[in-house]
C-alpha cells in the first residue's frame, strides 16, 4: 500500500518548484521584511543614535530576470519610514526605490539569505512612534509595520547601557570585527550568537562589573554571565560588549535578555528580548499539544503517542523536531522542504476552510488541502437553485475528485464521500 508520506513528499516536492496558479489562491501573503531599531550614544550633544534596520529576506520577494545583466535576477520596492513625536508631527521621512539583485534562485539559497538596510538619525531624548512599509513592485505585495521606541540620553548620566543587538555573525580581521545582526531577532536557526552592546561610563570609577541574564518564558534562568571591565588606565566612555550565547539548550519561546552594570557609586540596568521560535510552525512551542495533534495526517498514531508521552514539553518540542528530521529530504541543508510545505498548507487551511465549529486544519476540505496541496481545478456553487452550496476539487495528477457539501449554510462544507478510511492510515 502506498504511503501516505510518500504522496504527500510528492505532490510537495511538485509544488514547491512547479506551484500552478491557482495555487495562489490559497497563499498568505509573505511578510516582506524583519525590523529592528536600536538606540546608541551619538556625539551630536544629548541627541542620540537610532539605527533602524529593515531586513529583506529574499525568500519573500520575487525576482524576474534583469533586462540589462546577464545572468542576474532583480527585485524592486519601495521603503518608506516615518517617525512621528508624541504631538504626531513627522520629524523625519525617508522614502527610497530599493532593488535586490542574485545570481541565484535557488530555494536552497534564497532562504538562507537575505539584505539589509539601515537608516541612521539622530534624536534629543523621548518616545517616538515609528512606521515602516515595504512595497514590492512586481507582485504589488505590502508590508508595514508600527514601533514605539524610547531615545535615551547617554550622554549626562554618569553610567549608562544602550540597546542590545542580536548579531547572527561575528568575525574578526586585523583586530576589527564584523558584525551580522539578526533583525528578525529570531535564534533558532544560529548554534552560537552574541549579545551586542555598549555600556557608556561617565564618572571616576575604575572598574564596571556586568553581568548577563536570560530567563526563558517561564521567566527561569538558563543563562549567566558576569565579567568586570577594568578602566584603571583611565577614562574609557564607551566600552563594547559582545557576549556569546550557545542556543543547544534553549527551548522554543521569548527570551527575557537582564543586563546590570555597576560600578563603585553607580549601577544601571536594561532589559531586551529575543525569540528561539521554528518559524515553520503554524502555532509557538508553547502549543505542543495542538502541534502534535496537526501531525494526525503525516504520522502514525503510535509516533505521535511518543512524542505526547514526553515527561515535559521540552522533550516533546524534541521529539517533534526528531520526528521532523526523519522526514528531511535533505538534512544536509538547514531546510526541511517537507515539514515546511506541511506547515505551510495547514497555515493555508486555517486562514481559508476555518468555520464556526472547527479550525480550517481540521475541517474536510481542510484535510483534502493539507494531503493533496491546491487542486487543479475548483468548480463553486454556492447558490444553486434546489441544492444546498457544495465545491467540487480536481486533482488531475491523482485522479481524484472531492466534492463538499455546505448542509448547515454556516460554511462547513463536508465531504460526501469520506477519505478518512482511506488515507489517514496509509502509512504502512
Known amino acids: 500500500m502506498r504511503k501516505l508520506f510518500t504522496i504527500i513528499l510528492g505532490v510537495f516536492l511538485l509544488s514547491i518548484h512547479l506551484s500552478p496558479s491557482l495555487s495562489q489562491e490559497f497563499l498568505p501573503k509573505p511578510e516582506l521584511f524583519n525590523l529592528d531599531i536600536l538606540n546608541f550614544y551619538s556625539t551630536e550633544g544629548t541627541r542620540s543614535r537610532v539605527d533602524i534596520y529593515v531586513e529583506i529576506p529574499l525568500?519573500?520577494?520575487?525576482f524576474v530576470k534583469s533586462k540589462t545583466v546577464k545572468n542576474t535576477f532583480i527585485s524592486k520596492f519601495d521603503l518608506n519610514i516615518d517617525v512621528k513625536d508624541k504631538s504626531g508631527n513627522i520629524i523625519y521621512n525617508n522614502v527610497s526605490k530599493e532593488e535586490v539583485t542574485t545570481q541565484q534562485t535557488g530555494q536552497e539559497y534564497l532562504s538562507q539569505n537575505s539584505q539589509i538596510l539601515t537608516r541612521n538619525m539622530f534624536l534629543p531624548p523621548g518616545e517616538y512612534d515609528v512606521y515602516v512599509s515595504v512595497y514590492e513592485q512586481g507582485t504589488k505585495n505590502k508590508t508595514e509595520k508600527e514601533r514605539t521606541i524610547k531615545v535615551e540620553d547617554y550622554?549626562?548620566?554618569?553610567?549608562?547601557?544602550?540597546?542590545?543587538?542580536?548579531?547572527?555573525?561575528?568575525s574578526s580581521n586585523d583586530g576589527k570585527k564584523t558584525i551580522t545582526p539578526d533583525v528578525g531577532r529570531n535564534v533558532a536557526a544560529i548554534d552560537t550568537f552574541y549579545l551586542f552592546y555598549y555600556i557608556y561610563k561617565n564618572n571616576d570609577d575604575e572598574k564596571i562589573d556586568v553581568n548577563c541574564r536570560i530567563l526563558d518564558p517561564e521567566k527561569k534562568e538558563v543563562y549567566t554571565k558576569s565579567e568586570t571591565i577594568d578602566v584603571t588606565s583611565g577614562l574609557a566612555f564607551q566600552n563594547q560588549v559582545f557576549m556569546a550565547v550557545p542556543t543547544?539548550?534553549?527551548?522554543?519561546?521569548?527570551y527575557t535578555i537582564e543586563i546590570k552594570a555597576a560600578s563603585s557609586n553607580y549601577d544601571y540596568t536594561t532589559d531586551s528580548y529575543f525569540d528561539n521560535v521554528a518559524i515553520d510552525f503554524p502555532l509557538p512551542m508553547k502549543d505542543i499539544d495542538i502541534l502534535v495533534e496537526q501531525l494526525q495526517y503525516i504520522a502514525k498514531s503510535d509516533e505521535m503517542d511518543y512524542i505526547r508521552d514526553g515527561k515535559t514539553d521540552q522533550e516533546k518540542q524534541k521529539?517533534?523536531?526528531?520526528?521532523?528530521?526523519?522526514?528531511?529530504p535533505s538534512p544536509?541543508?538547514?531546510?526541511n522542504e517537507v515539514m515546511q510545505e506541511y506547515y505551510r498548507r495547514v497555515n493555508a487551511?486555517?486562514?481559508?476552510?476555518?468555520n464556526v465549529y472547527s479550525p480550517g486544519w481540521r475541517t474536510d476540505m481542510g484535510m483534502v488541502y493539507i494531503i493533496f496541496g491546491e487542486p487543479n481545478n475548483i468548480e463553486r456553487h454556492p447558490y444553486e437553485m434546489d441544492s444546498k452550496p457544495y465545491e467540487v476539487w480536481d486533482y488531475y495528477n491523482d485522479n481524484k475528485q472531492f466534492v463538499f457539501v455546505d448542509n448547515t449554510g454556516f460554511g462547513d462544507y463536508r465531504l460526501i464521500s469520506p477519505i478518512w478510511d482511506t488515507f489517514r492510515f496509509e502509512n504502512n
Open 59 to 62: 525568500k519573500n520577494m520575487e
Open 155 to 170: 550622554s549626562t548620566a554618569p553610567l549608562s547601557i544602550s540597546d542590545v543587538m542580536i548579531v547572527s555573525r561575528l
Open 248 to 254: 543547544s539548550d534553549l527551548g522554543y519561546g521569548k
Open 319 to 328: 521529539r517533534l523536531l526528531d520526528f521532523w528530521k526523519k522526514k528531511d
Open 332 to 335: 544536509n541543508t538547514k531546510r
Open 349 to 354: 487551511a486555517n486562514k481559508f476552510f476555518g
